[in-house]
């Protein structure tokens, strides 16, 4: 198990979740999302690559409607 | 005549009149009020996506990137980390570069603060971001903007959602007269005949939000302002009558009974 803080909340996951696995766990890998991983940005191609620890801290990002 | 043209960076745009997505009362208002204004492209936030309702409606349902250009903002950035921290998430997200700016001052007045916004400018154009600013309406700042390599300047006719219209004419003239690149009026349209004011003075586009999602009737106000800047630009384009200070009959004197 690890604790991860995802979009500003406290969850358990288990260990070794890549950000693939994380993003089809709240199914939303076929959507327009962007990540960012302890503060840098996740290109799309190293989803499957980049795997969680514990205090990792996740923002998964969308487009919403603003002016 | 020779084609009207309306393109920032290496975006062609159809319609002048860029539309806002904020305010509205849900999706489907949205995109009737999209299709009604005839904007080919409009500006959207970027917000963390909520994880435990999956079943909530996205914005991207409702307009479609391939029909639509999306343009990220930076709404609700007080700091230049922010904005940046933003816009390089948009454009992973995205996956272009067209991008609009603002980095606001002060949450009563929704106020650029000049002088991140600069900073900022300069970071992105170097990073291969095109920017379109939101700034404040001084010409001096405007063309240093445009000096660091912003691909629009957006000045505000009066504050974000005020609906003040127009405070200082004469700025936003300047502001065109010295600018090679579009003048975008950006805040503070209250009305149809604000952005047709703006068409007049010459400027090449107008973005608005709170004066279509506020009206009563969005969609309807939608279609007034898309008839608005069309009519602002034919009149642009035509050159409107010199003042005169007396008057000028408009029917022949001679043969008069």
């Not at chain 2, 994880?51 to 999956?54: N, R, V």
């Not at chain 2, 995205?94 to 067209?98: A, I, N, V």
């Given at each position: 198990m690890a604790k991860i803080q995802l979009n500003g909340k406290k969850i358990s996951i288990r260990s070794n979740l890549s950000i693939l696995d994380l993003l089809k766990k709240y199914k939303?890998?076929?959507?327009k999302v962007a990540i960012e991983h302890n503060g840098s940005i996740v290109a799309k191609s190293n989803y499957n690559k980049k795997f969680l620890k514990n205090k990792d801290r996740v923002e998964i990002v969308h487009f919403i409607g603003g002016g | 005549m020779k084609k009207d043209i309306f393109k920032i960076a290496n975006t062609k745009l159809r319609s002048r009149l860029i539309v806002g997505t904020?305010?509205?009362?849900n999706f489907v208002e949205t995109a009737k009020a999209v299709q009604a204004s005839g904007a080919d492209m409009v500006t959207v936030a970027v917000r963390r996506i909520n994880?435990?309702?999956?079943k909530k409606p996205i914005l991207t349902d409702f307009l479609n990137p391939k029909k639509i250009t999306l343009l990220p903002n930076t709404a609700g950035c007080f700091s230049s980390f922010e904005a940046l921290r933003t816009l390089r998430l948009a454009r992973e997200m995205?996956?272009?570069?067209?991008v609009k700016l603002e980095v606001l001052?002060?949450?009563?007045?929704?106020?650029?603060?000049m002088i991140e916004t600069v900073k900022t400018t300069k970071i992105l154009v170097k990073e291969g971001f095109e920017v379109m600013v939101y700034c404040t309406d001084d010409p001096l700042l405007a063309k240093k903007l445009e000096d660091y390599g912003a691909s629009a300047i957006m000045p505000l006719?009066?504050?974000?959602?005020?609906?003040?219209?127009?405070?200082?004419k004469m700025n936003i003239t300047l502001i065109i007269k010295n600018a090679k690149v579009p003048v975008i009026v950006d805040?503070?349209?209250?009305?149809p005949s604000d952005a047709t004011l703006a068409m007049e003075l010459g400027c090449d586009g107008v973005l608005i939000n709170s004066a279509i999602a506020k009206a009563n009737k969005p969609i309807l106000m939608a279609k007034a302002f898309k008839d608005a800047v069309i009519s602002g630009r034919n009149a642009f384009l035509a050159g409107r009558m010199k003042k005169n200070y007396f008057g000028s009959p408009s029917s022949p004197i001679k043969g008069l009974i």
């Open positions: 939303l890998h076929d959507r | 904020g305010k509205y009362k994880i435990t309702d999956k995205g996956g272009w570069k067209l001052g002060d949450k009563k007045t929704l106020l650029p603060n006719a009066s504050p974000i959602g005020s609906g003040l219209g127009f405070q200082n805040a503070g349209i209250g009305a």
